[in-house]
């Protein structure tokens, strides 16, 4: 297994209140950044680049 290194936005600054993201060839890997020894998310790079693109739009559910 190799080694993950995670990131996180520089949009959170010194915040600890957001995700982390490790990227890897075959698949991005997510977690917490307030418990990282927690399980993580993992999904495809194309999943990734599909969720980002949605994010970026700036739309939020209504409810």
């Known amino acids: 297994m190799h080694t993950l ?3 996180k936005s520089t949009y959170s600054g010194d915040s600890s209140n957001c ?3 490790a990227p890897t060839a ?7 950044s307030k418990n990282t020894t ?5 999904v495809t ?3 990734w680049a599909e969720f980002l693109s949605y994010a ?3 739309t939020r559910p209504r409810g």
């Open 5 to 7: 290194h995670w990131q």
């Open 19 to 21: 995700v982390e993201m």
């Open 26 to 32: 075959t698949a991005i890997h997510i977690r917490d």
């Open 38 to 42: 927690r399980p993580h998310v993992t």
């Open 45 to 47: 790079p194309s999943a």
């Open 56 to 58: 970026a739009l700036g």
